[in-house]
């Protein structure tokens, strides 16, 4: 049987993700049209303890699809982890009768609907916003695809400057624990080698190909270091690689913070959109604990257990190895 709900709120939390916006207006549109009365909660979980609830209508999101960032703002919040910050939360919701609840985000925001979720019975869906695109059962979260457009933009201006001076350069990408960002910019911007937290990649093996480059006539070369790498960052990596292989000239950018922003690819509007339409609809159907994914070309739901659990599945380990031949 369906449930009455008959308010629902939507929040983002973690890191901002491009596209973020267009699944806020997609959820709020979603969800009048369907006679509910829809809030925002400002700041993530922490706008659910301080009670930043606002009601918002179908012109609270116009003019927002094109925006990077979140207009609900975003927050990592640690007072959510606990019990008294969690039973403060719901009180909130319980005063405005919000019976559905619609958050948007990572690993750690999908931790904190998980928990939240079955203390309090309250219905929620997560819908996958982060650049990091590290949870299981999307192929592509929220942002993922906005991220990678704005590094291999980053990239392609510096292979300009290397390739004028015969430079080497190690170039960090975000991604936390996760390679992804870095192997797919990897593919896109014809990279010489890609570190990834999820894989061993030997020092030796960098070096043997790097002077495999040089033998063959590279005059530059380009490698992506993921931020997760076990040999460290970008800075750790190239002095490492510098103090026994110096044919180039060698600088190293960290891309940091630059990844998060910008306006949305047609990607993650279009993702953000779908996602934030099929949330509410699973909403109204009666689910909870799941999370709107895309799986191919479809919107699938996955619970949020196993999105949580399964997400170091997630390298696409054909594209590591065509990066290994298309580089020489
Ligand atoms: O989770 C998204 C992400 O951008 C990661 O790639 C990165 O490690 C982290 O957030 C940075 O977080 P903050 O913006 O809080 O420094």
Same mark, same amino acid.
């Given at each position: 049987?369906?449930?009455?709900?008959?308010?629902?709120?939507?929040?983002?939390?973690?890191?901002?993700?491009?596209?973020?916006?267009?699944?806020? =207006?997609?959820?709020? =549109?979603?969800?009048?049209?369907?006679?509910?009365?829809?809030?925002?909660?400002?700041?993530?979980?922490?706008?659910?303890?301080?009670?930043?609830?606002?009601?918002?209508?179908?012109?609270?999101?116009?003019?927002?699809?094109?925006?990077?960032?979140? +207009?609900?703002?975003?927050?990592?919040?640690?007072?959510?982890?606990?019990?008294?910050?969690?039973?403060?939360?719901?009180?909130?919701?319980?005063?405005?009768?919000?019976?559905?609840?619609?958050?948007?985000?990572?690993?750690?925001?999908?931790?904190?609907?998980?928990?939240?979720?079955?203390?309090?019975? +309250?219905?929620?869906?997560?819908?996958?916003?982060?650049?990091?695109?590290?949870?299981?059962?999307?192929?592509?979260?929220?942002?993922? %695809?906005?991220?990678?457009?704005?590094?291999?933009?980053? +990239? %392609?201006?510096?292979?300009?400057?290397?390739?004028?001076?015969?430079?080497?350069?190690?170039?960090?990408?975000?991604? =936390?624990?996760?390679?992804?960002?870095?192997?797919?910019?990897?593919?896109?911007?014809?990279?010489?080698?890609?570190?990834?937290?999820?894989?061993?990649?030997?020092?030796?093996?960098?070096?043997?190909?790097?002077?495999?480059?040089?033998?063959?006539?590279?005059?530059?070369?380009?490698?992506?270091?993921?931020?997760?790498?076990?040999?460290?960052?970008?800075?750790?990596?190239?002095?490492?690689?510098?103090?026994?292989?110096?044919?180039?000239?060698?600088?190293?950018? +960290?891309?940091?913070?630059?990844?998060?922003?910008?306006?949305?690819?047609?990607?993650?509007?279009?993702?953000?959109?779908?996602?934030?339409?099929?949330?509410?609809?699973?909403?109204?159907?009666?689910?909870?604990?799941?999370?709107?994914?895309?799986?191919?070309? %479809?919107?699938?739901?996955?619970?949020?257990?196993?999105?949580?659990?399964?997400?170091?599945?997630?390298?696409?380990?054909?594209?590591?190895?065509?990066?290994?031949?298309?580089?020489?």
């Amino acid at each position: 049987m369906k449930p009455n709900i008959k308010n629902i709120a939507v929040l983002t939390s973690g890191g901002d993700a491009p596209g973020m916006n267009a699944c806020i =207006r997609a959820v709020v =549109r979603t969800g009048i049209y369907n006679g509910i009365n829809m809030f925002g909660v400002l700041q993530g979980y922490q706008g659910l303890i301080s009670n930043n609830i606002i009601p918002m209508d179908a012109r609270s999101v116009s003019n927002i699809i094109h925006l990077g960032g979140t +207009i609900l703002k975003t927050a990592r919040c640690l007072e959510f982890k606990t019990e008294e910050g969690m039973e403060l939360a719901f009180q909130n919701l319980k005063a405005r009768d919000i019976d559905g609840l619609v958050v948007i985000g990572g690993d750690g925001t999908f931790t904190g609907a998980q928990r939240f979720g079955k203390k309090f019975g +309250i219905r929620v869906i997560g819908i996958p916003g982060t650049i990091d695109n590290d949870l299981y059962g999307s192929d592509f979260t929220l942002g993922y %695809d906005t991220a990678i457009n704005t590094v291999i933009e980053a +990239i %392609d201006k510096i292979r300009d400057t290397a390739d004028s001076h015969d430079r080497l350069f190690f170039i960090e990408v975000m991604g =936390r624990d996760s390679g992804c960002i870095a192997l797919r910019s990897a593919i896109a911007s014809g990279a010489e080698a890609v570190l990834l937290p999820e894989k061993e990649t030997s020092l030796d093996e960098l070096i043997s190909q790097l002077e495999v480059g040089a033998s063959t006539k590279k005059s530059s070369s380009i490698v992506i270091v993921s931020e997760g790498h076990k040999d460290g960052g970008a800075y750790d990596v190239a002095k490492k690689v510098k103090e026994r292989f110096n044919h180039y000239d060698t600088k190293v950018t +960290i891309l940091g913070h630059l990844q998060r922003g910008g306006s949305p690819s047609s990607f993650d509007r279009i993702l953000g959109s779908r996602l934030g339409f099929a949330a509410i609809n699973e909403l109204l159907k009666g689910s909870t604990m799941q999370m709107v994914g895309l799986r191919g070309n %479809d919107v699938k739901t996955t619970s949020i257990d196993e999105a949580l659990t399964r997400h170091t599945f997630k390298l696409e380990s054909d594209l590591l190895e065509m990066t290994k031949v298309l580089s020489i």
